[in-house]
């Protein structure tokens, strides 16, 4: 099966000839009510025991395809987000892989505390902006150091003691008319907008490997408390496509 | 798509009429060399992020084709395992659900300690034999206690200080002529037999639910410490089968 792609589902089953998967996807669906936030999509890559690892990571878990549906999928969206436990981490990319001619997506960082490694781990692509969402009782000496190399919007601290991911939202189709979000993790943030209800698609890679972890590994799709079985997020399966026994699959959220 | 069942892959795909999914699969594959060990299959059922649930659990994550799926594989097997661990923690049956005419699978418990309560966590099928394999180095008393409700076989403690599962599948074949062995968790006894490179096959079945957890939570399909990227055990996808948003994927680990 070297280098075929297969559409499997919805039916017909179909090889993908001179097409990348989703290449054809129109993104947010089209006729959406009026919107008051962007169409939030989340692309993860996982091992087969449910092991995600982040998307710019450089030993990653999925193929070169995985990897191009990662660009596909950005080249569609307005904006990029990923928490800032994520950057923190390691070093990746917010933006398309090759010298774009076209425009870059906005890259969105969500933290409570300002301190993000901004300097040394988001590698900015040319013509990209980069804006950093805090709180406003971030330190200021840590927003300060964030303004040399981004935007920085500060909103009220929640309750819990962190960045409203609604009125992020809000702003973001409001302010910078992002109609289209995608989130690439990490767990942390994926659960926030899982768990209130803002996310509406999940692109997930299933690659075809056993990754192993211990307890204290963090490193899965969803982090935080579990939801109970009867109320648990319910997911439709809305395509299947095949490559190299990698799976890729689209889920929409059910409300 | 209620209730449909289509096996997606290989192509063509095609609707199960009037079939179980795996139902018409002949395990062990014919033509292997004579064995020395059973052929190992796991069967997991786990959600969208990666949390498995224990195969006998009341509150599962599979649906209703799911559990079908379940009793197709025990019905085909002639023993199947779980680790002592998963049967500490909820009471569970290894046997075929209804009434069954036929041969009820060997139930096997693998048990370092031989701490394991048989009494009150298995319910035992009838006509079926329950073996319990545990260390020469387990205490007396938990042995004894045991035998009152199974058979007890003692290996060798290897030095890390368990049974050793390489003498364990020898065991069952040369003694007991187990040629298909269904393992069902819990993710420490997967996680030895992949590890051990003594797992054939993976049937997993991927809910469309999330549930999240936190670091804390053991529920993955894996536990032990994580395989490096270039070493970590690779899976050929055989087949999958869709039936209401649930996928079932059959994995051939390769060697």
Same mark, same amino acid.
């Given at each position: 099966m070297t280098g075929k792609i297969l559409r499997?589902?919805? &039916?017909p089953a179909q090889e993908l000839l001179g097409e990348s998967i989703y290449e054809d996807l129109e993104l /947010?669906?089209? =006729?959406?009510?009026? /919107? +008051?936030r962007p169409y939030v999509i989340m692309n993860m890559v996982s091992s087969i025991d449910g092991r995600t690892a982040t998307r710019g990571k450089a030993s990653r878990i999925g193929s070169e395809t995985d990897r191009r549906v990662m660009r596909t999928l950005r080249s569609k969206s307005d904006a990029v987000m990923i928490g800032a436990g994520t950057l923190r981490a390691e070093k990746l990319s917010? =933006? &398309?892989?090759?010298? +774009?001619?076209g425009t870059q997506p906005l890259a969105v960082i969500v933290t409570k505390t300002a301190n993000v490694p901004l300097a040394t781990n988001v590698i900015i692509g040319e013509r990209q902006e980069v804006l950093v969402i805090t709180t406003e009782d971030a330190p200021e000496a840590d927003v300060k150091r964030l303004r040399e190399h981004a935007s920085v919007l500060r909103l009220p601290t929640t309750s819990s003691g962190g960045v409203s991911l609604e009125e992020a939202l809000k702003w973001l189709e409001a302010t910078?008319?992002?109609d289209l979000l995608l989130v690439e993790g990490g767990p942390r943030l994926n659960y926030s907008l899982v768990s209130q209800d803002l996310a509406d698609e999940l692109f997930l890679t299933l690659a075809s490997k056993l990754l192993g972890s211990t307890? +204290? !590994? !963090?490193?899965?799709l969803l982090e935080g408390p579990k939801f109970s079985l009867t109320e648990s997020p319910k997911a439709e399966l809305v395509s299947i496509h095949l490559s190299e026994d990698e799976l890729y699959l689209r889920y929409r959220f059910e409300r």
């Open positions: 499997l589902y919805p &039916l /947010p669906p089209p =006729g959406r009510a009026t /919107p +008051s917010l =933006g &398309l892989d090759e010298v +774009s001619r910078r008319g992002v307890r +204290s !590994d !963090d490193l899965t």
